[in-house]
């Protein structure tokens, strides 16, 4: 197959979303089909082949920037028509905001939507204005593709994506797990603990970290992707480092000598109980056990490697017992390979793969 990857992005090439897309790429290479990234982004500039850790040589992309105002509409058409005269056998197109154009390419060409997140309830957080605009235009998008993918099973039950009744699978977020590889766990006796994230995001839930460094001042806490001033509602406790925004190169010295890693904390501010977060893959591989405030997808059952605190207001302070027993449990070890082999990139991509290749041979199959 032919397969056109259409993405709006801005985040640049080493945020955790744009490497996860050019893994799932790379393994549909390596499963014989040819496929393009489409970017829509007010980043970049260049085109061509990529390049480097973050964007393998083999992934062909198609940029189109774009500035403010009705520029931006004007570039969004202008790379649909790009993405037409490829003439691809499928669009997988990670579901974002409606453009003139879209729902008639989604109709004309067999496409598959990727729905990372309960999107009316992460918008309402945001701007009112680009809220309103969302909530009316996005039924024009959904009921134009052919398939959705979930990333967990709780949002494709939601409602507002279950009354479209398209063919739909889950497929939690996976890692390459051969980019990573554990290291032996470090000899220090303080415990140190790791997040990775992006400001601006109130279900990672921050403020519930330092509630938990405040409550162990003897514990370190290494803060990527962070500054102090994205601390929202006070100031942050003295054994809280922030590195700001680092490359994997960069970042994964911290992830080495890290004890325990923590996921997101606060999933309940976007009304989420499941989630299959790219950090938390890749914490898992390089072997560091999880502490999360949700359930993961890919453990529905738990695991003894991950904490699953409650996914409420307060959790850290209220499951403090539980988090020194499994930090106590787990300092000096690591997580055996073995146990996540399921989340390899190339386990995923081929389920999705089967998936994409249904929905093409219906031509949609929309109801």
Same mark, same amino acid.
């Given at each position: 197959?032919?397969?056109?990857?259409?993405?709006?992005?801005?985040?640049?090439?080493?945020?955790?979303?744009?490497?996860? +897309?050019?893994? =799932?790429?790379?393994?549909?290479?390596?499963?014989?089909?040819?496929?393009?990234?489409?970017?829509?982004?007010?980043?970049?500039?260049?085109?061509?082949?990529?390049?480097?850790?973050?964007?393998?040589?083999?992934?062909?992309?198609?940029?189109?920037?774009?500035?403010?105002?009705?520029?931006?509409?004007?570039?969004?058409?202008?790379?649909?028509?790009?993405?037409?005269?490829?003439?691809? !056998?499928?669009? *997988?197109?990670?579901?974002?905001?409606?453009?003139?154009?879209?729902?008639?390419?989604?109709?004309?060409?067999?496409?598959?939507?990727?729905?990372?997140?309960?999107?009316?309830?992460?918008?309402?957080?945001?701007?009112?204005?680009? *809220?309103?605009?969302?909530?009316?235009?996005?039924?024009?998008?959904?009921?134009?593709?052919?398939?959705? +993918?979930?990333?967990?099973?709780?949002?494709?039950?939601?409602?507002?994506?279950?009354?479209?009744? =398209?063919?739909?699978? +889950?497929?939690?977020?996976?890692?390459?797990?051969?980019?990573?590889?554990?290291?032996?766990?470090?000899?220090?006796?303080?415990?140190?603990?790791?997040?990775?994230?992006?400001?601006? =995001?109130?279900?990672?839930?921050?403020?519930?970290?330092?509630?938990?460094?405040?409550?162990?001042?003897?514990?370190?806490?290494?803060?990527?992707?962070?500054?102090?001033?994205?601390?929202?509602?006070?100031?942050?406790?003295?054994?809280?480092?922030?590195?700001?925004?680092?490359?994997?190169?960069?970042?994964?010295?911290?992830?080495? =000598?890290?004890?325990?890693?923590?996921?997101?904390?606060?999933?309940?501010?976007?009304?989420?109980?499941?989630?299959?977060?790219?950090?938390?893959?890749?914490?898992?591989?390089?072997?560091?056990?999880?502490?999360?405030? *949700?359930? !993961?997808?890919?453990?529905?059952?738990?695991?003894?490697?991950?904490?699953?605190?409650?996914?409420?207001?307060?959790?850290?302070?209220?499951?403090?017992? !539980?988090?020194?027993?499994?930090?106590?449990?787990?300092?000096?070890?690591?997580?055996?390979?073995?146990?996540?082999?399921?989340?390899?990139?190339?386990?995923?991509?081929?389920?999705?793969?089967?998936?994409?290749?249904?929905?093409?041979?219906?031509?949609?199959?929309?109801?």
């Amino acid at each position: 197959m032919k397969i056109a990857y259409l993405m709006h992005w801005n985040e640049g090439p080493e945020s955790g979303v744009f490497k996860k +897309v050019t893994a =799932q790429m790379a393994e549909w290479i390596a499963l014989g089909h040819e496929v393009r990234l489409f970017l829509f982004t007010r980043r970049w500039k260049g085109e061509g082949h990529g390049g480097g850790e973050a964007v393998p040589a083999d992934i062909p992309l198609v940029i189109q920037p774009y500035g403010k105002g009705l520029n931006r509409f004007a570039a969004f058409r202008m790379l649909l028509t790009r993405l037409e005269q490829w003439a691809p !056998d499928a669009i *997988y197109h990670r579901f974002d905001l409606y453009y003139a154009g879209l729902p008639r390419l989604l109709r004309r060409i067999p496409s598959i939507l990727e729905i990372n997140t309960n999107d009316l309830a992460e918008m309402r957080l945001g701007s009112r204005l680009r *809220y309103l605009y969302h909530r009316l235009t996005r039924g024009l998008v959904l009921r134009s593709a052919g398939g959705f +993918v979930f990333v967990s099973a709780e949002i494709g039950e939601e409602p507002h994506f279950k009354k479209y009744g =398209q063919p739909r699978e +889950v497929i939690g977020n996976g890692f390459a797990l051969s980019n990573a590889t554990p290291s032996p766990p470090p000899p220090s006796v303080r415990v140190r603990l790791i997040f990775i994230g992006t400001p601006g =995001q109130p279900w990672h839930g921050v403020d519930e970290i330092a509630a938990l460094a405040r409550l162990r001042p003897d514990w370190h806490f290494d803060m990527v992707g962070l500054q102090p001033e994205d601390m929202v509602g006070g100031s942050a406790p003295r054994n809280m480092e922030f590195h700001g925004r680092l490359s994997r190169l960069d970042y994964e010295p911290l992830l080495r =000598q890290a004890d325990v890693a923590v996921g997101s904390l606060a999933l309940y501010r976007n009304r989420m109980n499941e989630a299959s977060p790219l950090k938390v893959r890749e914490y898992l591989a390089y072997g560091l056990p999880v502490i999360i405030g *949700y359930r !993961d997808t890919d453990f529905p059952k738990g695991a003894s490697f991950i904490l699953e605190l409650a996914n409420e207001a307060g959790s850290t302070a209220k499951g403090l017992q !539980d988090i020194e027993n499994f930090v106590r449990t787990w300092k000096g070890r690591r997580v055996p390979a073995g146990e996540v082999m399921h989340l390899d990139t190339a386990v995923k991509e081929a389920a999705r793969v089967r998936f994409m290749e249904r929905i093409a041979r219906k031509g949609g199959d929309k109801p």
